[in-house]
């Protein structure tokens, strides 16, 4: 299984930026997915993630300006960031519950992406 991560990059206090993640391989099903964020000297925090029913849930400091969804199909997870604060340049890290064919494993991270909020 694999988490494929995509957008992020460099924004202006204020503007707004959207990331992606996909998953792939053997994949039976997808629980959870979610996404954390890691700035400098700072521990791994969770954003939002949005559960198998749709149910979500954010950090504290970016409800009502980040949105967390997920494609019909269920393997695309995508974080729209809106009103963006310097305080939330980070590393963004997808996470994923997936139950796969072949392993007893079933959480997943891709490999992170960088955020830049520029004030």
């Known amino acids: 299984v694999l988490l494929m991560e995509s957008g992020g990059g460099v924004a202006q206090t204020g503007g707004s930026l959207r990331l992606s993640c996909t998953a792939s391989g053997d994949i039976f099903d997808i629980k959870g997915m979610a996404w954390h964020r890691e700035a400098v000297d700072k521990e791994r925090e969770l954003v939002a993630v949005i559960r198998s029913n749709g149910a979500t849930s954010y950090l504290e400091s970016v409800k009502g300006r980040f949105t967390i969804s997920r494609d019909i199909a269920g393997n695309t997870v995508t974080l729209q960031m809106r009103s963006l604060k310097p305080e939330d340049t980070a590393v963004y890290y997808c996470?994923?519950?997936?139950?796969?064919?072949?392993?007893?494993?079933?959480?997943?991270w891709g490999q992170g992406t960088q955020v830049t909020v520029s004030s």
């Open positions: 996470n994923a519950d997936i139950l796969a064919f072949g392993t007893t494993e079933s959480d997943y």
